[in-house]
Each structure stands twice: as structure tokens, then as C-alpha cells.
Nanobody, 114 residues
Framework: VQLQASGGGSVQTGGSLSLSCTAS????????MGWYRQAPGNQRELVAT???????NYADSVKGRFTISRDNAKNTVYLQLNMLKPVDTAVYSC?????????WGQGTLVTVSS
């Protein structure tokens, strides 16, 4: 499975960005897709995940501001980032899990300036 992410960029505090990630390859059984992030000097942390049936899970720090969605027909997961804060600055990585295997895409940088 290959994961290709797009989106990201630089915005000011309070701004919005959109990320997307499309999976290709052997896609059978991708039960969970989502996003993690890693800020400089910090460990990678969960941002949000979504199951194939649409059940979502968010980090407390992004609840109410970020929205994850998924288009199973397009094998794509989306992350809408609203009300961005400087603490959201990080490399955001796409994630998928299928048949007990974790897959990771390349990261995309989100920078929020004050």
C-alpha cells in the first residue's frame, strides 16, 4: 500500500488548511485511515483516525477544530484543519492500517504563524 498525501502549507493563526491522502496498491482490508503529526522536538502524536464505517477518533487538542472524513470509493482520507494555532505546526503524516499492518505516507508540513 502506498499513501500519497497532499495539502498543507503556511497560514496565520485562525486560518484553515485541508489535507488529503490517497491509498493505492493492495487495498484489501484498509480498516483505519488517519493522520498523525510530529512537531520539532516532540514525539509523533495521533491527530485523528476514521474507520471504514465512518467512526472517527480525535486527539483532545484538535476536537472541535479539525474534521476527518473518508471516501472509500476513492480510497482517500481528508483532514480539514480550522481555527489553526501555532501549536498545530508540525509535519502531518498519513496513516492506514489493514490486515494488521501499519502503512505510512510521506509527511506534509503545516506551519501556523502568530
Amino acid at each position: 500500500v502506498q499513501l500519497q498525501a497532499s495539502g498543507g502549507g503556511s497560514v496565520q493563526t485562525g486560518g484553515s488548511l485541508s489535507l488529503s491522502c490517497t491509498a493505492s496498491g493492495s487495498l484489501f482490508g484498509l480498516s483505519v485511515m488517519g493522520w498523525y503529526r510530529q512537531a520539532p522536538g516532540n514525539q509523533r502524536e495521533l491527530v485523528a483516525t476514521i474507520t471504514r464505517s465512518g467512526t472517527s477518533n480525535y486527539a483532545d487538542s484538535v476536537k472541535g477544530r479539525f474534521t476527518i472524513s473518508r471516501d472509500n470509493a476513492k480510497n482517500t482520507v481528508y483532514l480539514q484543519l480550522n481555527m489553526l494555532k501555532p501549536v498545530d505546526t508540525a509535519v502531518y503524516s498519513c496513516y492506514a492500517r489493514g490486515l494488521g499492518i501499519d502503512f505510512w505516507g510521506q509527511g506534509t508540513l503545516v506551519t501556523v504563524s502568530s
